[in-house]
């Protein structure tokens, strides 16, 4: 019996830490930008715990995937490209909502990833994509201590298959698509030279912030992305 209240215990309390949200195949409408941003708690958080069992700990760095992202197709430079991709025809972008469903959603079933691909198209729209990239834009305003929150949400237990889970790699995709068609340049932290820290990881950078093992090996990354040298704020 303690054991089964212990289980029940941290269950509740793995699905308590974040705001509950809607699974992509169950959405049929595009979601205002007030309903991704991070719940402003998640800015006082120093440590957060995200799925695979490990813990993500606030540090400022240059590396936040979400930061990049906001630089690479946030900009007022970047207003052409996306203009380009609202004047496509229909269809023009289909493959970015079948590899979504495809190689995103792979664990799901048959069923749930039509839903997943139908959940892409909406942001395939020209209102989809100028959502897109009015969270592009809300990425490059910010600074990088709150880039934090945007790096971690959607990444928390709960959150996987979320509506903000899947925008975030649809953004990714787009900005993919305007750099292989030449519509921005790349400025990806591997074009510059800098690695997304544990890019292992689906659609997160643990760029700034390392686990808590990692700190205990004196603040050196040893995930799969060897050669990481970023280190963990002490102060």
Request: charged share 25%.
């Amino acid at each position: 019996v303690r054991a089964l209240i212990s289980h029940s215990r941290a269950h509740f309390a793995r699905f308590a830490s974040a705001p509950s949200m809607p699974e992509i195949w169950e959405t049929e409408r595009l979601p205002a930008l007030e309903e991704l941003r991070p719940e402003k708690e998640l800015l006082e958080e120093e440590r957060v715990s995200i799925r695979y069992g490990r813990e993500m700990v606030r540090a400022v760095g240059k590396r936040s995937h979400a930061k990049s992202l906001g630089e690479g197709c946030g900009q007022h430079e970047h207003e052409a490209a996306w203009a380009t991709l609202r004047g496509l025809e229909d269809g023009a972008l289909e493959a970015v909502a079948v590899g979504f469903a495809e190689h995103e959603c792979s664990a799901l079933g048959t069923e749930l990833r039509a839903g997943s691909r139908n959940f892409a198209r909406l942001f395939l729209s020209a209102e989809g994509l100028s959502l897109l990239q009015a969270v592009a834009k809300e990425l490059h305003g910010l600074s990088l201590e709150h880039c934090w929150a945007w790096d971690v949400v959607g990444e928390r237990h709960e959150e996987e298959y979320s509506v903000v889970w899947g925008v975030k790699r649809l953004l990714d995709r787009i900005h993919v698509v305007m750099v292989r068609n030449h519509l921005v340049e790349d400025r990806s932290n591997r074009a510059v030279g800098r690695r997304d820290c544990c890019a292992h990881t689906p659609g997160i950078c643990l760029s700034s912030t390392l686990t808590r093992a990692d700190r205990s090996n004196g603040g050196a990354c040893t995930h799969a992305c060897t050669g990481c040298a970023t280190r963990a704020s002490t102060s």
